[in-house]
């Protein structure tokens, strides 16, 4: 079975995540690969979990680092294809090496998205796709026109306001690329509570 859109994984972890979204299908599993981050995966550990997969790209993610830090550390990933960044004036210096971009950018108001929709040329233009995340906005209908608008110029990933109930009306409506949610952690080596995440990846299944 495929998903219906484009489907991102941040802060894959352990082995239980990655197995159960490569076996769903998802375009793209994010790896935090900063020692300080606590989603941290070292070489030795990315190499073990993404020898079980296929089938899907592989992203870097990265808070602070500076671009030439991000390219000396990911030389010891072998597959990374994408870098995802918090800090949009590392988008230059990481345009033309070889990976493709993607910018994740937290958002607390309409403005700020509004800021953001007046760059999305600049955005497209780089190839750069935009992670959208949000602790406290609702999915109303200003937002939705908004993230409409937005979607018709760049790549959009939305990262908020997603519930199995609605996610399916929601893609139709803002037309975005795709869909980005995390993993977590387990229980206990082997055990995972999958229910949030699978109940909106079923959702989305298509039947071949």
Known sequence: MALRTFVKISSVNNLSDARYCAGMQINLMGFCIEENNKNYISPEKFKEITGWLSGLQYVAEFEYSHPENILDKIKSY????????????????????????????????????????????????????????????????????????????????LGFGLNANTIIDLLDKTGVKGIAMEGGDEIKPGLKDFDDLAEILETLEIED
């Not at 210096?93 to 403005?111: C, E, P, R, V």
């Open 78 to 157: 072998e597959g990374i294809e994408f870098i995802q960044v918090r800090n949009e004036l590392h988008l230059n210096m990481l345009a033309n090496t070889g990976y493709s971009l993607i910018l994740h950018k937290d958002i607390s108001s309409l403005n700020e998205l509004n800021e953001l929709v007046n760059k999305a040329g600049i955005y497209s233009q780089l190839g750069v796709s935009i992670l959208l995340t949000s602790s406290n906005l609702e999915m109303d209908g200003d937002l939705v026109e908004k993230l409409k608008e937005f979607a018709a110029v760049c790549s959009v990933l």
